[in-house]
Nanobody, 124 residues
Framework: QVQVVESGGGSVQAGGSLRLSCVAS?????????VGWFRQSPGKEREWVAI???????MYTDSVTGRFTISKDNAKDVWSLQMNSLKPEDTADYYC?????????????????WGQGTQVTVSS
């Protein structure tokens, strides 16, 4: 059974930085991986933020390109989202998710395992 746990959320002023981490216990990466960060703010639908895949590399939604970086610690199978130059509109609950099948990895594909989320608040 795969268990996804996020950490690293918090409150920061606009222009600041936060680093989110994600551990997916039981997620086998020997044949590949597809992990993404998503976010949802009150009254809005959940949106994808960034995805990392052993085949396709990294993908970012337009609003975070150049500010956020998704990465994988190969030694520890920990996925991170480095968020710089944060804006108030980045305020949301951030979720890490993993896809069972590492191929066909992208925003339009199903992610099977989800964490409980971590809150990020950016004040102006």
């Amino acid at each position: 059974q795969v268990q996804v746990v996020e950490s690293g959320g918090g409150s920061v002023q606009a222009g600041g930085s936060l680093r989110l981490s994600c551990v997916a216990s039981g997620y086998t990466t020997s044949t590949g991986y597809c992990v993404g960060w998503f976010r949802q703010s009150p009254g809005k639908e959940r949106e994808w933020v960034a995805i990392i895949n052993n085949l396709r590399g990294t993908m970012y939604t337009d609003s975070v390109t150049g500010r956020f970086t998704i990465s994988k610690d190969n030694a520890k199978d920990v996925w991170s989202l480095q968020m710089n130059s944060l804006k108030p509109e980045d305020t949301a609950d951030y979720y890490c998710a993993a896809r069972l099948m590492p191929w066909n990895c992208g925003r339009d594909h199903t992610f099977d395992f989800w964490g409980q989320g971590t809150q990020v608040t950016v004040s102006s």
